[in-house]
Antibody, heavy 121, light 110 residues
Framework: EVQLLESGGGFVQPGGSLRLSCAAS????????MTWVRQAPGKGLEWVSG????????YYADSVKGRFSISRDNSRNILYLQVSVLNTDDTAVYYC??????????????WGQGTLLTVSS | QSALTQPASVSGPPGQSITISCTGT?????????VSWYQQHPGKAPKVIIY???YRPLGVSNRFSGSKSGNTASLTISGLQAEDEADYYC??????????FGTGTKVTAL
């Protein structure tokens, strides 16, 4: 059974940084593209970033480009999202999601339960 | 990248069929067969119910079906049930190599 467990969320001040993690199990992590999606309180879903199975290709939404960095450790089965220069608009539940294949991060088939990041002074 | 356009809400009596539209452009919905639909119950993580326009993952009820015509994708729920009450989001790959979600639709079984 595919399991995705996000962690690392919490409270951070505007301008601050944090690293979110997603521990994967139940599948061969290194064979699948991954993605991060966020959802602000009471709002809709927003795609944040995607990464290929090898980690060689990364993709970002305009709203986070230059501030967020996606990466993965295929030896430890962990997906990361380094978030920096945070502002209050970044407050959201951050979900990691598994792709159907190695190269297509946008063909999602499983989601984690999410981790809440709150940016506030 | 602007969000895809969905109706804010759709409702129908149990047993009826309803359809949710998802309108984009030739740079996203109309240009690729990578449209997915997600169901989200309150306080829960989203769940994929349709991918690649019309394919259902294993375990998803065949009451859910997807289609696309031009720049508009559609999700049909046949035989609406109380358990189908949830928020539904479409999403599509884009020509900018990004991924865009729809505005979301709240489905209510009257």
């Amino acid at each position: 059974e595919v399991q995705l467990l996000e962690s690392g969320g919490g409270f951070v001040q505007p301008g601050g940084s944090l690293r979110l993690s997603c521990a994967a199990s139940g599948f061969t992590f290194s064979n699948y593209a991954m993605t991060w999606v966020r959802q602000a309180p009471g709002k809709g879903l927003e795609w944040v970033s995607g990464i290929s199975s090898s980690g060689s290709s990364t993709y970002y939404a305009d709203s986070v480009k230059g501030r967020f960095s996606i990466s993965r450790d295929n030896s430890r089965n962990i997906l990361y999202l380094q978030v920096s220069v945070l502002n209050t608009d970044d407050t959201a539940v951050y979900y990691c999601a598994k792709g159907l294949t190695g190269g297509y991060y946008y063909r999602i088939d499983s989601w984690g339960q999410g981790t809440l990041l709150t940016v506030s002074s | 990248q602007s969000a895809l356009t969905q109706p804010a809400s759709v409702s129908g009596p149990p047993g009826q069929s309803i359809t949710i539209s998802c309108t984009g452009t030739s740079s996203d919905v109309g240009g690729y067969n990578y449209v997915s639909w997600y169901q989200q119950h309150p306080g829960k993580a989203p769940k994929v119910i349709i991918y690649d326009v019309s394919y259902r993952p294993l375990g998803v009820s065949n009451r859910f079906s997807g289609s696309k015509s031009g720049n508009t994708a559609s999700l049909t729920i046949s035989g609406l049930q109380a358990e189908d009450e949830a928020d539904y989001y479409c999403a599509s790959y884009t020509s900018s190599t990004t991924y865009v979600f729809g505005t979301g639709t709240k489905v209510t079984a009257l």
